[in-house]
């Protein structure tokens, strides 16, 4: 496209410095593909929100029946529920990959990205959790009580917290209909968070797997990672309709599939896959106070990341012994994982301690190998100039 017609039509000159002109470094993986997979989940999590939202009714005698008249008399309706829910997921999936690619390759130190970004999770989990609530199924209804109950942990206003996000004095209609309207309106505050987000990251331009400055480098993001994007975008809309077509289900959990019954309790509550690892941190901590303030503290933690002493080298690229910690914090997010669906019985009790310790362990143990490190290849850099 010549640089007349992007620079005198207004919308290619709206878009030609965010995705046409933009400098890129010439050298990143395909671990910086995560953000653009991100802004498509949003979208199509989004576009098919809205198309369950024409079907949905939140009302407690309605809505698990509204769920069932989608998906069996609406047209493609099946389709919709299913990109939606197991979009989720991949949604989840893709921030994970995002936030460890930003740790091992201190993306953290582009502080306001990531301070945005730290923001859009805690919100996006928040969003997440109220449209699990929505198709008022017996996991649904429990999951909530759960959660919300943990509120009242909150010393002196816990209580009249937990009243005033009920709508009375238990889960019921005037719950869903709060949940419904804040799942509602919550992407479109995440949207506007997803632009602020991207406006800093253009601000500052992107890290690199090298950790050096590339900007004498930069490169046009098109056409060279507009399409590498645009692989990455088929590769996984093709894996979600894979799962929507083949496994539907697949990230379900089959209690849910039972209209909400207060009168039943599940044998096991547990939470969506992506909040096993902070569900498994809460239940480890004995005290109700202490273990919700563990949860919390699972993700508000990634706000000191930016706060850390500047290493030598950007990134864990070359710096064996952050790797070691890195992979071990992996390895426990894993585990915490793996133990949230697990019963609340011996050995999984003792498991989830050690992991929520390790888990924890890392944001203290990460910065401390990174200045070792830092000063051992200083010394050896001395000791050869003087050699």
């Not at 369950?52 to 009714?57: C, D, P, R």
């Not at 590339?214 to 088929?234: Q, R, T, W």
Request: aromatic share 18%; charged share 10%; hydrophobic share 50%.
């Amino acid at each position: 496209m010549s640089y007349s017609v992007r620079k005198n039509n207004w919308l290619m000159r709206l878009f030609s410095p965010v995705v046409y002109d933009l400098p890129a470094p010439p050298n990143i993986t395909i671990m910086w593909n995560f953000g653009s997979l991100l802004g498509v989940c949003l979208m199509v999590q989004i576009i098919s929100g809205l198309m369950l939202a024409t079907h949905y009714t939140p009302e407690v005698n309605q809505a698990f029946d509204s769920v069932v008249h989608i998906m069996r008399d609406v047209n493609n309706g099946w389709l919709i529920r299913s990109v939606h829910a197991n979009g989720a997921s991949f949604f989840f999936m893709c921030v994970y990959m995002h936030i460890g690619r930003g740790i091992f390759y201190h993306s953290f130190y582009l502080s306001n990205t990531w301070l945005i970004g730290c923001t859009i999770f805690l919100l996006l989990m928040a969003i997440a959790f109220t449209g699990y609530v929505l198709p008022w199924g017996q996991m649904s209804f429990w999951g909530a009580t759960v959660i919300t109950n943990l509120f009242s942990a909150v010393p002196y206003i816990g209580g009249m917290l937990v009243e005033w996000m009920w709508g009375g004095f238990s889960v019921g209609d005037a719950t869903l209909k709060r949940f419904f309207v804040f799942h509602f309106l919550g992407p479109f505050i995440l949207f506007m968070l997803v632009g602020i987000h991207v406006m800093y990251l253009h601000e500052t331009g992107s890290t690199n797997p090298l950790g050096v400055n590339s900007d004498p480098e930069a490169i046009p993001f098109h056409s060279y990672y507009l399409l590498k994007d645009l692989v990455g975008i088929f590769l996984m809309i093709s894996f979600l309709f894979f799962i929507c077509f083949l496994l539907p289900d697949l990230f379900l959990d089959p209690v849910n599939f039972i209209p909400a019954d207060p009168m039943s309790t599940p044998l096991h509550i547990q939470p969506e896959w992506y909040f096993l690892f902070a569900y498994s941190i809460l239940r480890s901590i004995p005290n109700k106070l202490g273990g919700v303030v563990a949860l919390l503290l699972s993700v508000v933690i990634l706000y000191i990341l930016p706060f850390y002493p500047k290493s030598l080298v950007r990134g864990s690229q070359y710096n064996p012994m952050a790797q070691f910690v890195f992979w071990v914090f992996v390895s426990s997010f894993i585990m915490l994982t793996f133990i949230g669906s697990c019963p609340i019985e011996p050995p999984f009790v003792t498991l989830g301690l050690l992991s929520s310790f390790v888990y924890f362990s890392f944001f203290l143990i990460y910065p401390l190998v990174c200045l070792f490190w830092d000063s051992m290849m200083e010394k050896i850099i001395v000791s050869r100039k003087v050699n």
